[in-house]
């Protein structure tokens, strides 16, 4: 079982900015893509930006400009790099991460626990 585990969420005022992490783990496996989603109170969870091993990324409009997606394939981490934030910002922010499990040798889905990012204004 491949887990992810978030850090780096927290209140921040609005122009400021944040750095969010999470760290895949497991016995065995490889990572294709990796992503953040976030879900606002009242809100579908939405995309906000993805990387794939290979080091495409892409990002919801809303973020573009501000937001930035990185990747260490070394340490199956990944980062998201946040500036300007904006209260339209505040969410709960999730990782994500789609591969292979070589123990049970099928793909994976897995979904961080989810960290809390709070603009005030």
């Known amino acids: 079982q491949v887990q992810l585990v978030e850090s780096g969420g927290g209140l921040v005022q609005a122009g400021g900015s944040l750095r969010l992490s999470c760290a895949a783990s497991?016995?065995?496996?490889?990572?294709?893509?990796m992503g953040w989603y976030r879900q606002a109170p009242g809100k579908q969870r939405e995309l906000v930006a993805g990387?794939?091993?290979?080091?495409?990324?892409n990002y919801a409009d809303s973020v573009k400009g501000r937001f930035t997606i990185s990747r260490d394939n070394a340490k199956n981490t990944v980062y998201l790099q946040m500036n300007s934030l904006t209260p339209v910002d505040t969410a709960v922010y999730y990782c994500?991460?789609?591969?292979?499990?070589?123990?049970?040798?099928?793909?994976?889905?897995?979904w961080g626990q989810g960290t809390q990012v709070t603009v005030s204004s």
């Open positions: 994500s991460a789609v591969g292979r499990d070589y123990i049970k040798n099928s793909p994976f889905s897995s």
């Open positions: 497991g016995r065995s496996f490889s990572i294709n893509a």
């Open positions: 990387v794939t091993s290979g080091g495409s990324t």
